[in-house]
C-alpha cells in the first residue's frame, strides 16, 4: 500500500452498511495470483493490468465489493479509492452480487426503433421486476443498456456472454425458461 | 458495386482460422511488407488515400508519420476495437470473421511505425469477438508471426462508450478510468504510458494489406479523390434488409439504401441518420450525397462511422432524439462541465417533450445550451451529442413543437 494500510473501518462500515459479506474471504489462489503477476508484466506499468484483474476478480468472487476493491488494490500498490473510481466508471463491474443471469436489453437507437420498448415491458412483465432489478430468487438481473452494436439484429439484448438477436415476446419466454 | 475488399474472406465458414486466411492469400502482404522500408510503408498509405474508419477520418499515413524521427523509446500501436457508436457493428464482424486480417495490418502497421508492442483494446460486451480474436491471436503466435519483433496484448474493456475516444481508450488501457485526455499533445507525441502511440481503428488497419499487396493506387481508385478504398456500411433501423454492405466510399447514401433494400415500414423516407448516431441528421431530401469524409461534410453532417440508421414516415423524430438524449447523459464521462451538466438537463427537457409536458422555450433553450457547449470541452464527445440535438430540432421543429402545449 503506498497509501497508508488497508483501511478495516472503511470495511466495518461498510459491512454495516450491507454493501459486502463478511462471511466471504477475498483472495486468488496461487493459481490465480500468478496469472496477476503475468498480467502486470505484460504491460510496460502494471497499472494496465487492472481491468483485467478486475475481470478476473469478479468471475471469482462473483462482483466486486468493497473488499474486493481492497484485495486488489493491494496486489498493485494503489490506494482503494483509486480502485472504487475505476470499478464505478465501468459498467461492467457489478458492485452488488447480480443473478444468476444477466439480461441487458438494448434500448438505443436501431433497437428502439425495431420495437425494444415492447420487448423490455415484455420482460418486465415476466420477471416482475424494473430494469436494474434482480429477482427475488436470484435468477435474474434485468437491465436496460446502451448499443451492443448488434443493430442489424435489432430489437437485441445480450444474456449473460451470448448476443440474442432479432428478438421477439416468444423468443424471450423461450430464453427464459432456459435460465436456470 | 464495388469491389468486395474487406469482406473478402467472410463467406468462408472457417474465415476466422490461419489457415482459410492463408489459403486465401493471407499473410501475403506481410511477406512484401517485411521486406520494404518502414517510410515505404507510410508512403504507400498516404498515397492509398487512406482515412480512418473509426470516426474522425483523419488520413492514416499523415498519422503514422508524426511519430517523433528522434524518439529512441518504445513506440506503441493501439487498436480501437471498442465499438460503440449508435448503429454501428462493422468491427464486430471483422474480428469474429477476418481476425487475421487485423493481425496481418498491425505487423505491418508496426514495421511502419518501428513498434515491437501492440494492444488490442475491445469492448467489453464483446465477449465472442474477443474469444475469436484471442483465439487467432494464439495461432499467429504459434506460426512465428508474432513474438518475433512484435507482440500484441488482447486487452477487454468493461463498458463505456467514451473508451472508444482514442485518449479515453488510452487512460482505460493504463488501468484508469477513461477519461479522455488534453490535446496536445496527440498520442502520436505522448500516448499509451507516455510513449509515442498510434490509435487506429480495426477496420483502418484492415485496409493496410490489400494497399501493400495490390498497390496504393489501386486503392485510391477505389474510392473518390480525396479519400480511397472501399468501407463497411452498417445499416439498420428501417430498412428491409439491415446488414453490413462493403461499398465504395464514393457510393451514395439513396443507392446505399436501395441496396440495403429500401425503406420498409411504411415505404416513405423521412430521414437518416448516416455515420452513426452523433452524426447530424440529413432529411428525405438529403440522401444524394457520396458516404466519404468530404461529401458528408458538405452536406452538414459526418461519415464518422458510417452508421447508417433509416427511418421512415411513421418514425417519431422526438422520440429519437430523446432515445440519443438519453445515451448522451448516460456516456457522458462527467469530466467536462459543459458535457456533464447539458446532457443531464436536455435528456430531461427532451423527455418531457415526448410526453407532452414541454415548455414553449425548451426548444430554443436546448438549441442555445447546445451551440454554446460545442467545442468548449476536452474532447469530441459533447461535439458528437450536439450534431442530433441541433439538426433532430432545426430539420423537424415542426415535430416538437407539436408536442407542446401552447407552443
Known amino acids: 500500500m503506498s497509501h497508508g494500510q488497508p483501511s478495516t473501518s472503511n470495511r466495518a462500515s461498510a459491512v454495516r452498511a450491507g454493501l459486502s459479506d463478511p462471511a466471504t474471504t477475498i483472495s486468488f489462489s496461487e493459481a490465480q495470483l500468478g496469472e496477476v503477476r503475468r498480467l502486470q508484466s505484460l504491460y510496460p506499468d502494471a497499472r494496465g493490468a487492472l481491468l483485467p484483474v478486475l475481470h478476473m476478480a469478479q468471475e471469482t468472487f462473483g462482483y466486486i465489493s468493497l473488499e474486493a476493491e481492497e484485495y486488489v488494490a493491494t496486489l498493485f500498490d494503489l490506494s482503494p479509492a483509486h480502485v472504487h473510481e475505476v470499478v464505478t466508471f465501468y459498467t461492467l463491474y457489478f458492485r452488488e452480487r447480480p443473478g444468476r443471469h444477466v439480461v441487458a436489453v438494448c434500448h438505443n437507437l436501431s433497437c428502439h426503433l425495431a420495437g425494444a420498448p415492447g420487448i423490455i415491458a415484455h420482460l418486465k412483465d415476466k420477471l416482475g421486476i424494473d430494469p436494474g432489478a434482480t429477482t427475488e430468487d436470484g435468477r435474474v438481473t434485468f437491465l436496460t443498456v446502451e448499443c451492443l452494436c448488434a443493430c442489424e439484429a435489432a430489437p437485441m439484448a445480450q444474456v449473460d456472454d451470448r448476443y440474442e438477436l432479432n428478438l421477439t415476446p416468444e423468443k424471450i419466454d423461450r430464453l427464459l425458461e432456459g435460465l436456470r | ?407
Not at chain 2, 77 to 87: F, K, Q, R, S
Open chain 2, 1 to 407: 458495386m464495388a469491389e468486395i475488399v474487406l469482406m473478402r474472406n467472410f463467406s468462408h465458414p472457417d474465415s476466422h482460422t490461419l489457415n482459410a486466411y492463408r489459403a486465401n492469400g493471407g499473410y501475403a502482404a506481410w511477406d512484401k511488407a517485411r521486406e520494404m522500408e518502414p517510410a515505404a510503408i507510410t508512403e504507400a498509405v498516404k498515397k492509398a488515400n487512406l482515412r480512418g474508419l473509426g470516426g474522425a477520418g483523419f488520413p492514416t499515413g499523415m498519422k503514422w508519420s508524426f511519430i517523433p524521427k528522434t524518439h529512441t523509446g518504445p513506440v506503441y500501436l493501439v487498436v480501437n476495437a471498442d465499438e460503440g457508436e449508435p448503429g454501428t457493428f462493422k468491427d464486430r464482424y471483422l474480428l469474429e470473421r477476418d481476425p487475421h486480417a487485423l493481425i496481418e495490418g498491425m505487423l505491418i502497421a508496426a514495421r511502419a511505425i518501428r513498434c515491437t508492442l501492440g494492444f488490442v483494446y475491445i469492448r467489453g460486451e464483446y465477449v465472442q469477438p474477443w474469444r475469436r480474436f484471442s483465439a487467432a491471436v494464439q495461432e499467429a503466435y504459434d506460426a512465428g508471426l508474432l513474438g518475433r519483433g512484435f507482440d500484441v496484448i488482447v486487452h477487454r474493456g468493461a463498458g463505456a462508450y467514451i473508451c472508444g475516444e482514442e485518449t479515453g481508450l488510452l487512460s482505460s488501457l493504463e488501468g484508469k478510468k477513461g477519461w479522455p485526455k488534453i490535446k496536445p499533445p496527440f498520442p502520436a507525441i505522448k500516448g499509451a504510458f507516455g510513449q509515442p502511440t498510434i490509435v487506429n481503428n480495426v477496420e483502418t488497419l484492415c485496409c493496410v494489406p490489400p494497399i501493400i499487396t495490390r498497390g496504393a493506387e489501386w486503392f485510391a481508385g477505389l474510392g473518390t479523390k480525396t479519400q480511397g478504398g472501399t468501407r463497411m456500411y452498417s445499416v439498420s433501423g428501417r430498412v428491409k434488409k439491415p446488414a453490413v454492405y462493403e461499398a465504395s466510399v464514393s457510393i451514395t447514401l439513396r443507392r446505399l439504401i436501395e441496396t440495403a433494400g429500401g425503406v420498409s415500414g411504411t415505404g416513405r423516407l423521412k430521414a437518416v441518420v448516416p455515420g452513426g448516431g452523433s452524426a447530424a441528421i440529413l432529411t428525405a431530401d438529403e440522401i444524394d450525397v457520396a458516404m466519404d469524409v468530404d461529401g458528408l461534410k458538405a452536406a452538414g453532417s459526418m461519415i464518422g462511422s458510417a452508421g447508417v440508421v433509416v427511418m421512415d414516415e411513421s418514425v417519431s423524430i422526438p422520440e429519437a432524439l430523446m432515445v440519443l438524449a438519453r445515451f448522451y447523459a448516460h456516456e457522458s464521462c462527467g469530466q467536462c462541465t459543459p458535457c456533464r451538466e447539458s446532457t443531464g438537463w436536455i435528456y430531461k427537457m427532451v423527455h418531457r417533450i415526448v410526453d407532452g409536458r414541454g415548455h414553449k422555450e425548451d426548444l430554443d433553450t436546448i438549441l442555445d445550451v447546445a451551440k454554446r457547449g460545442a467545442g468548449t470541452t476536452i474532447c469530441a464527445f459533447y461535439d458528437g451529442a450536439v450534431g442530433p440535438y441541433i439538426s433532430y430540432i432545426e430539420k423537424f421543429r415542426s415535430e416538437f413543437e407539436a408536442l407542446i402545449p401552447h407552443a
